[in-house]
C-alpha cells in the first residue's frame, strides 16, 4: 500500500481521485486497481445507474417514468461487498454483479442516467462515498458534478472502435456472443446519448488531465494516475 502524504491537514477532507470517460476507455478497471495500491475507497458510479435500471425492470417500472424512477433509486436496498478481493453488490438480497454488467443493462442505465431527478436522488449516495483515507471515483460526471474539488481529476478516452474491441474481447471470453459491429453501434449511440443530455453531460471538467488509452496498457495507465498523485503530494511514490 503507498501511504497518503504529510503534508495534507488533518481538518482537510479526504482526497478524491476522480476517472471520468465513456464506457470502454478502462475507467472500471483502473479506478479499481488504483484504489487497491493505494489502499482508498472505491466508487463506481456507474454501477448505482445500473443497479436503478435493473431495479426498474425488476419492479415494472418504465424508463421514462421519472415520477417512479426517483423513489427508487433514492431508496434503492443494495450493499456494496469486498469478498476476497472481488467485489460484489448485492440488491434486495440478490447477488447482482453479474447481472448488472450486461450490455442491456448497460443502455438502460445510459437512459435512466440522462434524467435530472435521478440523477439528483443518487448525488448524495455517491457523496457519501468520500471517507478517509481517501477515494477513487470511477463514472462519466465525477470531476465536472459529483466532486468539483476534486483532488485530481482524470478524463480517460479511447478511440470508439478501440472501446468495441476491449468489450468484444471481454464478451467472447465469458462464453458470450457478440458482434463487433453491433457493439460498435451500441458505444456509438450511447457516447452520443452521454454527452448531449441535458443534465451533467459526458465532458472534461475545465481542469481535467486528458489521458488516450487507446494505445496503452492497464498498468500503465494505472501508474501513470499514482505518479501523478505522488508530484502533488497526495502519496508518496
Known amino acids: 500500500m503507498i501511504d497518503e502524504g504529510q503534508t495534507r491537514s488533518k481538518a482537510e477532507p479526504p482526497p478524491v481521485l476522480t476517472v471520468d470517460g465513456p464506457g470502454g476507455a478502462g475507467k472500471g478497471t483502473i479506478s479499481r486497481l488504483v484504489a487497491e495500491r493505494l489502499g482508498w475507497h472505491l466508487l463506481d ?3 448505482l445507474y445500473r443497479l436503478t435500471a435493473l431495479a426498474a425492470a425488476w419492479h415494472d417500472v418504465v424508463l421514462d417514468d421519472e415520477d417512479a424512477l426517483e423513489p427508487l433509486a433514492a431508496n434503492l436496498d443494495v450493499c456494496f461487498l469486498s469478498d476476497g478481493g472481488d467485489a460484489r453488490i448485492l440488491m ?3 447477488d447482482v454483479s453479474q447481472s448488472i454488467r450486461t450490455e442491456q443493462i448497460g443502455d438502460r442505465a445510459s437512459r ?5 431527478r435521478v440523477r439528483q436522488a443518487l448525488l448524495q449516495r455517491q457523496r ?6 481517501g477515494l477513487v471515483a470511477d463514472g462519466r460526471d465525477m470531476g465536472t ?5 476534486a483532488t485530481l481529476k482524470i478524463f480517460l478516452t479511447a478511440s470508439a472502435e478501440e472501446r468495441a474491441r476491449r468489450r468484444y474481447l471481454q464478451l467472447r471470453q465469458a462464453g458470450e ?7 460498435l453501434k451500441e458505444i ?3 457516447d452520443a446519448r452521454d454527452m448531449q443530455r441535458s443534465v451533467a453531460p459526458l465532458v472534461p471538467a475545465q481542469d481535467a488531465v486528458e489521458l488516450d488509452t487507446t494505445h496503452l496498457s492497464i ?3 494505472v501508474d501513470q494516475l499514482i505518479q501523478r498523485l505522488a508530484r502533488i503530494g497526495i502519496v508518496e511514490s
Open 219 to 221: 498498468s500503465e495507465v
Open 112 to 116: 435512466v442516467a440522462a434524467l435530472p
Open 45 to 47: 458510479s456507474g454501477a
Open 188 to 190: 456509438q449511440l450511447r
Open 145 to 149: 458534478v459529483v466532486f468539483p474539488q
Open 128 to 133: 457519501d462515498f468520500r471517507q478517509s483515507p
Open 92 to 94: 434486495e438480497g440478490h
Open 177 to 183: 456472443n457478440a458482434s463487433l459491429p453491433s457493439l
